[in-house]
């Protein structure tokens, strides 16, 4: 049954009325309107949270839950009624009087709800204590500024302002650390030699510039050193640009870290464990906050995600296990390992061990009488080695299986096929089906690369000994050849001709045209001199007095300078100027080989045999000028090497990989060159690319004597002790990312005979015309277009 005495709210309103009869305001005070009432507040909270419940009845008849309402109603804050003596609770007469307004213009609904349960509360104590209250309270105990306005000012007089603060005195005599003294760098964390080329360092907090201090040499850093004894505790601050004294506790932090220690030396890391959960069961719960309704109601997420799974199995995308099913079969591990024994999964090209051979008929204890041994097959078996024998066993019969003895090769027999099983590994193979034509690159065709020479069209006969030399003039129209006959002879290129016929003193070994088509000199190099030879009866007057007074002219500069006792400069004699004879070059030393220079204003000599007065390593075979740049290319036996002549220096040294290198030519570009060696291999380099040849080629049977390019044509050629001539394509790209092509477009087969072993000496190319000329040990020469 509910309670029949008066509750503390009907108390308070029917307290309200006299209240206001007894409080009359003072003429000098202003009335303050109250603010609205936090209980009228906490109703209509518990009215919004009884629209969200709907109509629930909840039951308030036992004297426990008028308890617990009790207890509930003081935890949520609801305001009691101030008690006596309390400071900062005095209500005032226009307070109470809207608390009667607001509670007789409220309305509630109908039945049992939270706050009629709340009105039949238990309020015997109450009662006495509430009466009391409104007796002994008086106007003059009402703050007139309770409930003010914080939007509107309040007088200055009064005590409950809470805008007006004290704050204590500043003190005049205020003694700053130094830190705000002096001026902070503000840069920040970057790197600070940034401003290396600076005087300053940085800012201050003001934006004005840090001049970067003065510091001393290394000497004034060692006396000053030496001076302060704590010099040792400082430490270079970068972002100031000075020292700074390390204090104690500093210096400890360093010594710790230095014995890889904690820095911190109150930290504690053995400190005892605090149990943040108890090991002690709790009787009373944490929180006694009644159980959300969610707890007891159907999940729709855990219902959609049944469902989903209700139509997989349903569509059958999700197979349920049936009643068949057998686990897997556990797997067992070493348990003598020590390390962790995981299981190997099995290599993709593995294969397992073959079985071994099912048992055959001769294998019985009672085989067949055929497949017994005869007395002689027994003697030859016997005979036989164990290695060469068919089977390891002889076949034997036997009345009864219990009379078989034991098999005393079963030991012999295992180890044997373990160590099958150990020394041959399996793997599987996978052949593959792939054209070796594929494998080869596609190379252009060569008729796509013409032209080329193909055919013989001129033979050039007259000399007698093996023609080491030939050399064809800028304008194309003729040729020299230096012989073993002592002789060196000038063809007419297009009809094969002999137009002039120079005896001398020695074996030719190397005949060149200068380049200078304004200057027609014939340089020969025979024993121990160099000849220079001027043919008047082949070129006009104007261009002989030319040559004249310009070999007059370097002989003249020659003599007249210092002499130089490694090549002494010498006039010829009247018969031999008569022949055209100009000028003799004499050496200490047989030479070999003759070139010029792109000019026409210079040339070199090579004699392999003075390795002793040369500061060359190793003996040079041959030496060629750049076509474009005053470089120098010196061959020696297994090097090739690039001078710098401006700089006199070493630029490049070429690893050619051959045994002995025989002949050397340079591209007309000049940054390609190709090399033959007497190991019948021809070497391609890319000066630009790499110190080691871009291609090796070896289609010569026998040692290579001369390579060649052609000064127009993306041809070059080599000739050999074989007889035969290889022609290539070779294109030189202006692209730098573009590697040369190199083709074999021509073989000329048995062009000059072997004669003592000796084949094709020499190979050179027609300045204008696609033409090669080669010749050979078999006296001759040939042209080819």
Same mark, same amino acid.
């Given at each position: 049954?509910? $309670?029949t005495?008066?509750?503390?709210?009907?108390t308070?309103?029917?307290a309200?009325?006299?209240?206001?009869? *007894?409080? +009359?305001?003072?003429?000098?005070?202003?009335?303050?309107?109250?603010?609205?009432?936090?209980?009228?507040? @906490?109703?209509?909270?518990?009215?919004?949270?009884?629209?969200?419940?709907?109509?629930?009845?909840?039951?308030?008849?036992?004297d426990?839950?008028?308890?617990?309402?009790? !207890?509930?109603?003081?935890?949520?804050?609801?305001?009691?009624?101030?008690?006596? !003596?309390?400071?900062?609770?005095?209500?005032?007469?226009?307070?109470?009087?809207? =608390?009667?307004?607001?509670?007789?213009?409220?309305?509630?609904?109908?039945? =049992?709800?939270i @706050?009629d349960s709340?009105?039949? #509360?238990?309020?015997?104590?109450?009662?006495?204590?509430?009466?009391?209250?409104?007796? =002994?309270?008086?106007?003059?105990?009402?703050?007139?500024?309770?409930?003010?306005?914080?939007?509107?000012?309040?007088?200055?007089?009064?005590d409950?302002?809470?805008? %007006?603060?004290e704050?204590?005195?500043?003190?005049?005599?205020?003694?700053?650390?130094?830190?705000?003294?002096?001026?902070e760098?503000?840069?920040?964390?970057i790197?600070?030699?940034?401003?290396?080329?600076?005087?300053?360092?940085?800012?201050?907090i003001?934006?004005?510039?840090?001049?970067?201090?003065?510091?001393?040499?290394?000497?004034?850093?060692?006396?000053?050193?030496?001076?302060?004894?704590?010099s040792?505790?400082?430490?270079?601050?970068?972002?100031?640009?000075?020292?700074?004294?390390?204090?104690?506790?500093?210096?400890e932090?360093?010594?710790?870290?230095?014995?890889n220690?904690?820095p911190?030396?109150?930290?504690?890391p053995?400190?005892? &464990?605090?149990?943040?959960?108890? $090991?002690?069961?709790?009787?009373?719960?944490?929180?006694?906050?009644?159980?959300?309704?969610?707890?007891?109601i159907?999940?729709?997420?855990e219902?959609?995600?049944i469902?989903?799974?209700?139509?997989?199995?349903?569509?059958?995308?999700?197979?349920?296990?049936?009643?068949?099913?057998?686990?897997?079969?556990?797997?067992?591990?070493?348990?003598?390992?020590?390390?962790?024994?995981?299981?190997?999964?099995?290599?993709?090209?593995?294969?397992?061990?073959?079985?071994?051979?099912?048992?055959?008929?001769?294998?019985s204890?009672?085989?067949?009488?055929?497949?017994?041994?005869?007395?002689?097959?027994?003697?030859?078996?016997?005979?036989?080695?164990?290695?060469?024998?068919?089977?390891?066993?002889?076949?034997q019969?036997?009345n009864?299986?219990?009379n078989?003895?034991?098999?005393?090769?079963?030991? &012999?027999?295992?180890?044997?096929?373990c160590?099958?099983?150990?020394?041959?590994?399996?793997?599987?193979?996978?052949?593959?089906n792939?054209?070796?034509?594929?494998?080869?690159?596609?190379?252009?065709?060569?008729?796509?690369?013409?032209?080329?020479? /193909?055919?013989l069209?001129?033979?050039?006969?007259?000399?007698?000994?093996?023609?080491?030399?030939?050399?064809?003039?800028?304008? !194309?129209?003729?040729?020299?050849?230096?012989?073993?006959?002592? +002789?060196?002879?000038?063809?007419?290129?297009? +009809?094969?001709?002999?137009?002039?016929?120079?005896?001398l003193?020695? #074996?030719?070994?190397?005949?060149?045209?200068?380049?200078?088509?304004?200057?027609?000199v014939?340089?020969?190099?025979?024993?121990y001199k160099?000849?220079?030879?001027?043919?008047?009866? #082949?070129?006009?007057?104007?261009?002989?007095?030319?040559?004249?007074?310009?070999?007059?002219?370097?002989?003249?500069?020659v003599?007249t300078?210092?002499?130089?006792?490694?090549?002494?400069?010498k006039?010829?004699?009247p018969?031999e100027?008569?022949?055209?004879?100009?000028?003799?070059?004499?050496?200490? *030393?047989?030479?070999?080989? @003759?070139?010029?220079?792109?000019?026409?204003?210079?040339?070199?000599?090579?004699?392999?045999?003075?390795?002793?007065?040369?500061?060359?390593?190793?003996?040079?075979?041959?030496?060629?000028f750049h076509? /474009?740049?005053p470089?120098?290319?010196?061959?020696?036996?297994?090097?090739?090497? &690039?001078?710098?002549? &401006?700089?006199?220096?070493?630029?490049?040294?070429m690893? +050619?990989?051959? *045994?002995?290198?025989s002949?050397?030519?340079?591209?007309?570009?000049?940054?390609?060159l190709? %090399?033959?060696?007497?190991?019948?291999?021809?070497?391609?380099?890319?000066?630009?690319?790499?110190?080691?040849?871009?291609?090796?080629?070896?289609?010569?049977?026998?040692?290579?004597?001369?390579v060649?390019?052609?000064?127009?044509?993306?041809?070059?050629?080599?000739?050999?002790?074989?007889?035969?001539?290889?022609?290539?394509?070779?294109?030189?790209?202006?692209?730098?990312?573009?590697?040369?092509?190199?083709?074999?477009?021509?073989?000329?087969?048995?062009?000059?005979?072997?004669? =003592?072993?000796? !084949?094709? #000496?020499c190979?050179?190319?027609?300045?204008?015309?696609?033409?090669?000329?080669?010749?050979?040990?078999?006296?001759?020469? *040939?042209?080819?277009?």
């Open positions: 049954m509910p $309670s005495r008066p509750t503390r709210k009907a308070a309103l029917k309200a009325p006299a209240l206001a009869k *007894k409080a +009359t305001p003072e003429p000098t005070k202003k009335a303050v309107v109250a603010p609205k009432s936090k209980k009228r507040t @906490v109703e209509e909270a518990r009215d919004d949270s009884e629209d969200e419940f709907g109509e629930v009845a909840i039951d308030m008849a036992s426990d839950d008028e308890e617990d309402m009790d !207890g509930d109603d003081e935890s949520d804050g609801a305001e009691d009624f101030p008690e006596e !003596g309390e400071e900062g609770q005095d209500m005032s007469a226009a307070d109470l009087e809207e =608390d009667e307004d607001e509670d007789s213009e409220g309305s509630y609904m109908d039945g =049992d709800s @706050v709340q009105e039949e #509360l238990d309020e015997e104590d109450v009662e006495d204590d509430e009466e009391s209250d409104f007796d =002994d309270l008086v106007e003059d105990d009402i703050d007139p500024n309770f409930g003010h306005n914080l939007n509107e000012p309040l007088a200055p007089e009064s409950y302002n809470p805008i %007006i603060r704050y204590p005195e500043i003190d005049p005599v205020y003694d700053s650390d130094s830190s705000t003294e002096e001026n760098n503000t840069v920040g964390n790197p600070m030699h940034w401003y290396d080329d600076y005087p300053h360092i940085g800012y201050d003001n934006g004005k510039k840090i001049m970067r201090p003065a510091t001393g040499d290394e000497l004034d850093k060692f006396l000053s050193t030496m001076d302060d004894p704590d040792w505790l400082s430490a270079h601050n970068y972002k100031e640009g000075q020292d700074v004294k390390l204090s104690a506790e500093e210096l932090i360093i010594r710790r870290l230095e014995g220690r904690i911190d030396a109150d930290y504690n053995y400190e005892d &464990q605090v149990e943040f959960f108890s $090991s002690k069961t709790e009787i009373m719960p944490l929180s006694a906050a009644p159980e959300p309704k969610r707890r007891f159907p999940s729709k997420h219902a959609k995600r469902m989903k799974i209700v139509r997989a199995i349903r569509e059958g995308r999700i197979v349920p296990r049936k009643s068949g099913y057998v686990p897997p079969k556990p797997k067992y591990y070493n348990l003598w390992n020590d390390a962790e024994d995981k299981p190997r999964e099995e290599h993709v090209m593995h294969i397992t061990a073959p079985k071994m051979k099912l048992p055959t008929h001769d294998e204890y009672n085989p067949p009488a055929e497949y017994l041994p005869t007395e002689e097959e027994i003697k030859e078996w016997n005979e036989m080695d164990k290695e060469d024998r068919p089977k390891n066993y002889l076949p019969k036997y009864a299986l219990r078989v003895p034991g098999y005393g090769q079963f030991i &012999q027999e295992r180890f044997e096929r160590l099958d099983l150990y020394l041959a590994p399996r793997v599987r193979k996978n052949r593959l792939i054209d070796p034509e594929s494998l080869i690159p596609k190379l252009p065709s060569p008729r796509d690369l013409q032209p080329f020479p /193909t055919r069209a001129i033979e050039f006969l007259g000399h007698e000994g093996r023609v080491r030399s030939i050399s064809v003039d800028p304008t !194309g129209l003729w040729m020299a050849s230096g012989s073993d006959d002592k +002789t060196v002879r000038i063809w007419e290129i297009s +009809t094969g001709r002999c137009m002039a016929t120079y005896y003193d020695e #074996l030719v070994t190397s005949v060149v045209w200068g380049p200078n088509k304004e200057v027609a014939l340089a020969v190099a025979c024993g160099v000849g220079l030879i001027l043919p008047e009866k #082949l070129f006009s007057p104007e261009l002989a007095l030319h040559t004249e007074e310009y070999l007059k002219a370097g002989f003249a500069s003599t300078g210092e002499p130089n006792p490694k090549a002494q400069w006039q010829p004699t018969a100027f008569e022949k055209g004879i100009r000028v003799w070059v004499h050496l200490q *030393k047989p030479v070999k080989q @003759v070139t010029w220079h792109r000019k026409g204003d210079y040339f070199s000599t090579v004699a392999p045999d003075a390795n002793n007065s040369a500061k060359t390593k190793g003996a040079v075979q041959r030496v060629m076509p /474009t740049k470089m120098f290319f010196v061959a020696t036996q297994r090097y090739v090497r &690039q001078y710098n002549l &401006q700089r006199q220096e070493l630029v490049k040294t690893q +050619t990989g051959v *045994k002995w290198i002949s050397l030519d340079v591209h007309p570009a000049g940054d390609n190709i %090399i033959g060696s007497y190991d019948k291999r021809l070497c391609w380099f890319d000066l630009d690319l790499s110190s080691k040849p871009y291609k090796t080629l070896r289609y010569h049977q026998q040692a290579i004597r001369s060649a390019y052609h000064k127009r044509y993306p041809l070059f050629a080599s000739c050999a002790d074989d007889g035969n001539v290889q022609i290539f394509h070779g294109m030189v790209y202006n692209d730098l990312l573009q590697n040369p092509l190199i083709v074999p477009v021509k073989i000329l087969k048995n062009v000059h005979q072997r004669v =003592d072993a000796l !084949g094709a #000496l190979v050179e190319w027609h300045p204008t015309q696609p033409w090669l000329i080669s010749s050979g040990a078999d006296h001759t020469i *040939k042209l080819f277009s």
